[in-house]
């Protein structure tokens, strides 16, 4: 019961927070259909609310010019498709032209895997389920504009009323897909798993991705603030953020060289089991200073947020990113007082320079933090 409160409480969390975005794709689908069907008398405009929702799904937190491009990629893989499926007959050869098409199509602009996989499902929903056309005229081509159109005017009214919002729900998830691989680190030493280290070590390569997104939507906000006289005021703003994101891609890289770490002592920990004295046990201090460490992510994801959207407690936030940072130095420190083995010792490393990267991220002095983790840690201070 008390996991389904739990669960509960998170769900409505969620919705709470989407909500918006939501409505905006529901509302924007549907305009697109009304437009192509009504307006334009289109019959049967699937194409329309489809590609609006697709493209309004990855339009978030883009530039301009990358929307358009994915606007013509999803049309362009529609009107293949559809002329296809026009010149050849149903069937195995026709299915595997039509896909092959469609995702070069998307990997010629750019097109994330989601996108490319919706565009694909879209194309194959052409050649197997909808009917021929009787007419020449491409009328699914001219749906999927329209409805990439719609998409673009609704991404561009969104970012109009409130041009931080992307980038404050970019780095909410970029924050927390670290602070996510942390705590699936700390769950993989504790149990000595060696799967689940090498899971997460998988998912420590694929947040570079999380962070690239974060960097375009820096630079979409810097473009769509450069172009409203009245916001450019936050130019500023965006510009630490800038400084924060390469801060945040060092962290990525540290995390990543520690869950390769974590790896190798989950395997040596693995290697002899039963034998005293063969294995490398993992010491229950790791997962303590991991846990305080993925603290600091979220706090100081906080901290940035806050800042953001211009609340007064962004500075709270920071200074508990601080403390949490400082407290895994700390406790990572004591455990280089018990003769750790080579693995345990690049694990406390990466724990030091991950936090420096962090403090370094919601503003602390340079000089400062290098002096104070390095105190903390038992090193001498330059």
């Given at each position: ?189 504790c149990r000595c798993d060696e799967e689940a280290a090498r899971a ?183």
């Amino acid at each position: 019961m008390a996991r389904v409160r739990q669960w509960a409480g998170t769900a409505a969390g969620r919705l709470r927070q989407g909500w918006r975005p939501a409505l905006e794709a529901a509302v924007a689908a549907t305009i697109a259909w009304v437009v192509a069907a009504r307006l334009i008398g289109h019959p049967d405009p699937f194409f329309a609310p489809s590609a609006a929702l697709i493209v309004l799904g990855e339009a978030r937190g883009k530039r301009v010019r990358q929307t358009v491009e994915m606007v013509l990629g999803v049309a362009a893989g529609v009107l293949a498709a559809d002329l296809a499926v026009q010149a050849l007959p149903t069937g195995t050869g026709t299915i595997f032209l039509v896909l092959l098409l469609t995702i070069g199509l998307m990997v010629g602009v750019g097109a994330s895997s989601t996108l490319t996989v919706q565009a694909a499902i879209s194309a194959l929903y052409l050649v197997v389920v909808a009917a021929p056309q009787d007419t020449m005229v491409p009328f699914r081509f001219v749906d999927a504009l329209i409805g990439g159109a719609v998409a673009l005017a609704a991404s561009q009214l969104m970012v109009a009323r409130d041009p931080l919002a992307p980038l404050v729900a970019e780095a909410r998830r970029t924050y927390g897909d670290l602070a996510e691989l942390l705590t699936r680190l700390d769950e993989a030493l504790c149990r000595c798993d060696e799967e689940a280290a090498r899971a997460a070590l998988e998912r420590a390569r694929e947040v570079d991705g999380c962070v690239d997104r974060f960097r375009t939507a820096v630079q979409a906000c810097t473009e769509s603030l450069r172009l409203r006289v009245r916001k450019r005021r936050h130019l500023g703003q965006v510009e630490e953020v800038e400084a924060t994101c390469r801060q945040l891609d060092y962290a990525v890289r540290n995390i990543r060289v520690l869950a390769r770490n974590g790896v190798t002592l989950t395997r040596l920990n693995t290697a002899w089991p039963g034998e005293p004295g063969g294995g490398v046990a993992t010491p229950p201090e790791l997962g303590a200073a991991l846990r305080a460490l993925a603290q600091a992510v979220r706090a100081a994801a906080d901290a940035l947020s806050t800042d953001l959207v211009g609340r007064s407690d962004a500075d709270r936030y920071a200074q508990r990113a601080d403390e949490h940072a400082m407290e895994a130095v700390r406790i990572a420190a004591g455990l280089l007082r018990t003769d750790p083995p080579l693995p345990v010792v690049m694990i406390v490393g990466q724990i030091r320079a991950t936090a420096i990267d962090l403090l370094r991220g919601v503003g602390v002095d340079d000089a400062a933090v290098l002096g104070r983790v390095d105190e903390a840690l038992g090193l001498p201070r330059a």
